[in-house]
């Protein structure tokens, strides 16, 4: 089973799945971990995903621990002792607190014997589930019976699945178990699943450098991020990084007694090794006083001294507690010590800085060389936290410098993700600075910053246009911005004028970067149609193979990749991405990142890679929700990776969601692309008629906009299928022509496959199946070593459809079997697994509680007969078949036939 993970905690669908796999297996499971871990999280997930097994729970505490058979009482709540020996019925009942307590040894084995019977009884017909929460809390009575239980069900259908909180060593009470046990440590949440949480949570409040500070203090601990995000989110307004996290008031006591215990000596070098990054022996001192310090902090287990020196607090809340507490000027001490000591430039100017708050020319240039230094470390947040740092001990009368640096600031506050950072840095350095380039750039982050909504971005490009003069390095620059501006505004004519003029400025000005991004945003905006936008595609990639890494080259790296993903040559789009994803890995600038992952996601999903695309989609789409104003765009890209190998579900609420995000950020180029996802999501759920709204809709944008090459997004031939579900024959076939017209004008090989699929669905839905499966068969044999493995796995499934419809049972399995091999190979979760149950029914395997007469009905269903068809075949009324079609469609929660084969895993495969 593969987790719905709409359904699964953040960051647990995983340890579900292992979950499910052991229990079905036939083992009980223990889960185990730390208080906070969420043990109690994954155990109140699962009965949702478990299918159909009685399930009894049980949640055990401290304080009722000493109270006799609680458990008991809590598992069997509900569950009678009807037909059990009078003497044993007799004991069960005293133990639920229905009779008189047991009170004699020999009562005490009747309560186990009557559990045992209960049990067995209950797993005669259907598995059972006891799910027990903090197992080290049952009480001893309860544990007894449990402990009977499991030694003797033998062969019976119950499984237990408890939790129980574990700080180090492994569980002490699998013995309460039926056997096999089996034990699964629960393990911390990773930085991204921290940062899914604390959104769920609080929303878009907390940065992403906040977000790390706060995992790395939790350890991945969810309630514990949970607990130290509502106290920041409570104190309001950003946290610098030199300041310490505000520790939780239920924890500070706790924390701050293990800190007083220790004797005066040990405070300074507890607080130099809260100071320090890295901090060592060596570093915040290892001889006399401070030697002792520490050694009592050791010894108390304060602090841990690592086999290499390297000095940590054994919480990292107990080193945001001993910064927090200090003084400032024991705070300004300790940063003295650490920068007279520390060999690192970058670290030396830092605590310099933090020591002394003061204007220093001097100090403010050691900060800038420190914050270049940074930034080529990969490092953009450091580098951005030094460049304002040098910003404000820059003396006033040098206020022209002091704005250029925190322009520096915005740009690496920006390439780090920081973007309110970026943009309160950006603004101040256009306040106050008279250089050009420093007003140019700092008004084009602002446009940056705005993301996707460019609706009031014009007057800040004509101020920029306006302090560029006549040079031609910042008019090129400015002159692109206005180019994506008139794109945004459909004004493609103006778009390319400007794009020109920007090439000439940036050839003259000797700006091989600016030129290598303008020459592939004209590629861009002129399209396929254009004969040209190959030749300068070509003319980028020899442009750009001798450049560094940079914003333009990764914009322009991208662009020429997603142009060979179109054209079907995948070897030389992952090629491409992948090196630019490996260099702006290096370089830590996450904005490029979230643009290369975008890129990522499509040529995955194209390439048919499906763990990658899924992957890299939900990547992408966490930085830009953290980063960017207008989401639109990343969530489309998680959308697309959720499609291919995740849930389909999900990918229908991030489609909603970027619908609406587009949709407000007047984004038509990415809503067109968003609407038609999403008909395509609620095709595969079995809702043509809605999916033909979605279509219609993206339809619409396209042609308002001309941006029609069917192979940037294959939407169109799910568009004809939607189109012949429904009925609407005559604009299925109206769709498909127009498409295969601009397919061939194009040279669109590769979207003839999906159109051929869509043909043969159309002539099925004209009445000749047979017809239409020789069709689509021919068009497999001739598409050979197709280039998207999904669109040749979707051909096969479609296939196997109109041979089963054609009544050539044989042929239809055949084909299925090789659509099922293309999902796996892609590993395309979804569509598997609607593939799996076909070829499973198919096989003779019996639908999900179907009787007999209910799977003919189905079969027939799927077949394309009539209500009047069916009848007459299985000898009912119309109203009878009617009626059970209702009862069907009421069981499994479905409207209509397309619903209810989609349930049933033979729902329409386009």
């Given at each position: 089973m593969v987790v719905n993970?709409?359904?699964?905690?953040?960051?647990?669908?995983?340890?579900?799945?292992?979950?499910?796999?052991?229990?079905?297996?036939?083992?009980?499971?223990?889960?185990?971990?730390?208080?906070?871990?969420?043990?109690?999280?994954?155990?109140?997930?699962?009965?949702?995903?478990?299918?159909?097994?009685?399930?009894?729970?049980?949640?055990?505490?401290?304080?009722?621990?000493?109270?006799?058979?609680?458990?008991?009482?809590?598992?069997?709540?509900?569950?009678?002792?009807?037909?059990?020996?009078?003497?044993?019925?007799?004991?069960?009942?005293?133990?639920?607190?229905?009779?008189?307590?047991?009170?004699?040894?020999?009562?005490?084995?009747?309560?186990?014997?009557?559990?045992?019977?209960?049990?067995?009884?209950?797993?005669?017909?259907?598995?059972?589930?006891?799910?027990?929460?903090?197992?080290?809390?049952?009480?001893?009575?309860?544990?007894?019976?449990?402990?009977?239980?499991?030694?003797?069900?033998?062969?019976?259908?119950?499984?237990?699945?408890?939790?129980?909180?574990?700080?180090?060593?492994?569980?002490?009470?699998?013995?309460?178990?039926?056997?096999?046990?089996?034990?699964?440590?629960?393990?911390?949440?990773?930085?991204?699943?921290?940062?899914?949480?604390?959104?769920?949570?609080?929303?878009?409040?907390?940065?992403?450098?906040?977000?790390?500070?706060?995992?790395?203090?939790?350890?991945?601990?969810?309630?514990?991020?949970?607990?130290?995000?509502?106290?920041?989110?409570?104190?309001?307004?950003?946290?610098?990084?030199?300041?310490?996290?505000?520790?939780?008031?239920?924890?500070?006591?706790?924390?701050?007694?293990?800190v007083a215990s220790l004797p005066a000596h040990s405070g300074p070098v507890l607080l130099r090794a809260a100071a320090a990054a890295r901090p060592t022996v060596a570093l915040i001192g290892g001889d006399g006083d401070a030697k002792d310090g520490l050694d009592a902090a050791v010894e108390a287990g304060v602090a841990t001294v690592g086999p290499d020196d390297t000095v940590r607090f054994a919480h990292p809340l107990l080193r945001e507690l001993v910064y927090a507490d200090a003084a400032p000027s024991a705070r300004a001490a300790a940063h003295e010590h650490i920068a007279g000591r520390t060999d690192d430039s970058v670290e030396r100017a830092r605590h310099l800085a933090l020591a002394r708050p003061h204007a220093d020319e001097d100090l403010a240039a050691q900060l800038v060389e420190a914050a270049t230094t940074a930034r080529m470390r990969g490092a953009p947040a450091v580098a951005a936290d030094l460049a304002e740092r040098a910003a404000e001990r820059t003396p006033d009368s040098l206020r022209g410098v002091a704005a250029a640096r925190r322009y520096a600031a915005a740009g690496y506050a920006d390439a780090a993700g920081l973007t309110a950072d970026a943009h309160r840095l950006a603004s101040a350095a256009l306040a106050a600075a008279d250089?050009?380039?420093?007003?140019?750039?700092?008004?084009?982050?602002?446009?940056?910053?705005?993301?996707?909504?460019?609706?009031?971005?014009?007057?800040?490009?004509?101020?920029?246009?306006?302090?560029?003069?006549?040079?031609?390095?910042?008019?090129?620059?400015?002159?692109?911005?206005?180019?994506?501006?008139?794109?945004?505004?459909?004004?493609?004519?103006?778009?390319?004028?400007?794009?020109?003029?920007g090439e000439e400025e940036a050839r003259e000005a000797g700006a091989t970067e600016q030129l290598v991004s303008l020459l592939a945003s004209r590629s861009l905006i002129r399209g396929a149609h254009d004969p040209e936008s190959a030749r300068l595609l070509s003319h980028v990639a020899s442009l750009a193979a001798d450049l560094p890494p940079s914003t333009e080259s990764v914009h322009a790296a991208a662009i020429y990749a997603r142009g060979r993903a179109y054209a079907g040559d995948m070897a030389e789009a992952t090629r491409v991405i992948e090196a630019q994803r490996d260099a702006v890995l290096r370089s830590g600038t996450l904005r490029d990142l979230s643009s290369v992952l975008l890129a990522s996601a499509s040529i995955y999903f194209r390439s048919g890679r499906g763990a990658d695309a899924l992957r890299a989609g939900r990547e992408s789409m966490r930085l830009i929700l953290d980063m960017e104003a207008t989401t639109g765009h990343g969530l489309v890209a998680g959308a697309i990776g959720e499609t291919l190998a995740g849930s389909p579900t999900v990918a229908a609420g991030l489609l909603v969601q970027a619908i609406e995000a587009c949709s407000a950020a007047g984004d038509e180029d990415?809503?067109?692309?968003?609407?038609?996802?999403?008909?395509?999501?609620?095709?595969?759920?079995?809702?043509?008629?809605?999916?033909?709204?979605?279509?219609?809709?993206?339809?619409?944008?396209?042609?308002?906009?001309?941006?029609?090459?069917?192979?940037?997004?294959?939407?169109?031939?799910?568009?004809?299928?939607?189109?012949?579900?429904?009925?609407?024959?005559?604009?299925?076939?109206?769709?498909?022509?127009?498409?295969?017209?601009?397919?061939?004008?194009?040279?669109?090989?590769?979207?003839?496959?999906?159109?051929?699929?869509?043909?043969?669905?159309?002539?099925?839905?004209?009445?000749?199946?047979?017809?239409?499966?020789?069709?689509?068969?021919?068009?497999?044999?001739?598409?050979?070593?197709?280039?998207?493995?999904?669109?040749?796995?979707?051909?096969?499934?479609?296939?196997?459809?109109?041979?089963?419809?054609?009544?050539?049972?044989g042929a239809s399995r055949s084909a299925l079997v090789q659509a099922v091999a293309g999902y796996a190979t892609v590993g395309a979760a979804p569509w598997l697994a609607a593939a799996e149950a076909e070829l499973s029914r198919l096989d003779g395997g019996q639908g999900p509680g179907l009787s007999e007469t209910e799977r003919r009905i189905v079969d027939l269903v799927l077949s394309g007969a009539t209500n009047r068809e069916i009848a007459r075949t299985t000898h009912l009324s119309v109203k009878a078949i009617e009626a059970k079609l209702t009862r069907l469609y009421r069981r499994h929660g479905v409207r209509n036939r397309a619903q209810l084969t989609r349930a049933l895993g033979g729902g329409s495969p386009g």
């Open positions: 993970r709409d359904t699964a905690p953040v960051g647990r669908s995983d340890v579900l799945d292992q979950l499910h796999a052991r229990l079905t297996a036939g083992e009980s499971v223990v889960v185990h971990g730390p208080a906070g871990i969420g043990k109690s999280t994954v155990l109140a997930a699962y009965p949702a995903l478990a299918g159909d097994p009685i399930v009894l729970r049980a949640n055990a505490a401290e304080v009722e621990s000493g109270l006799p058979y609680l458990t008991l009482v809590d598992l069997f709540d509900g569950i009678s002792g009807d037909g059990l020996p009078r003497h044993l019925r007799a004991a069960f009942d005293g133990a639920l607190l229905r009779g008189a307590a047991p009170v004699t040894a020999q009562d005490q084995l009747a309560v186990r014997l009557a559990t045992l019977e209960v049990l067995r009884r209950l797993a005669a017909n259907r598995t059972v589930l006891l799910l027990v929460d903090d197992l080290q809390w049952v009480d001893p009575h309860s544990a007894g019976v449990l402990r009977f239980v499991a030694r003797r069900l033998g062969a019976a259908r119950v499984r237990l699945l408890g939790a129980e909180r574990v700080e180090s060593a492994g569980p002490r009470h699998t013995d309460l178990c039926p056997a096999p046990v089996s034990e699964l440590l629960l393990p911390p949440l990773t930085e991204y699943d921290t940062a899914d949480l604390l959104r769920v949570r609080f929303g878009p409040v907390l940065s992403l450098s906040t977000i790390a500070r706060v995992h790395e203090a939790s350890q991945g601990n969810p309630l514990l991020a949970v607990e130290l995000s509502r106290t920041l989110v409570a104190r309001s307004g950003p946290i610098g990084v030199d300041q310490p996290l505000p520790v939780p008031e239920r924890l500070r006591p706790l924390l701050a007694q293990r250089d050009p380039a420093v007003r140019v750039g700092a008004r084009l982050l602002i446009v940056d910053l705005a993301g996707q909504d460019q609706s009031a971005v014009g007057p800040v490009l004509d101020a920029a246009f306006a302090d560029a003069g006549d040079d031609p390095g910042l008019l090129c620059r400015v002159r692109h911005y206005r180019a994506l501006k008139a794109y945004y505004d459909a004004d493609i004519e103006f778009a390319d004028a400007e794009l020109k003029r990415w809503l067109r692309l968003a609407r038609a996802a999403y008909g395509q999501v609620l095709l595969f759920q079995g809702a043509p008629e809605a999916a033909v709204i979605e279509f219609r809709k993206a339809q619409e944008l396209e042609r308002r906009h001309g941006r029609n090459d069917p192979a940037i997004f294959l939407w169109h031939a799910d568009f004809v299928e939607a189109l012949a579900a429904t009925g609407q024959l005559a604009e299925a076939v109206e769709v498909l022509t127009e498409t295969r017209s601009v397919a061939a004008a194009l040279g669109r090989d590769v979207v003839q496959l999906g159109l051929s699929r869509a043909g043969a669905l159309v002539r099925a839905a004209e009445g000749e199946p047979r017809e239409a499966a020789i069709e689509l068969a021919e068009a497999l044999a001739e598409a050979g070593d197709h280039p998207y493995p999904l669109e040749v796995a979707k051909a096969w499934h479609t296939l196997a459809t109109l041979e089963r419809r054609a009544h050539r049972r």
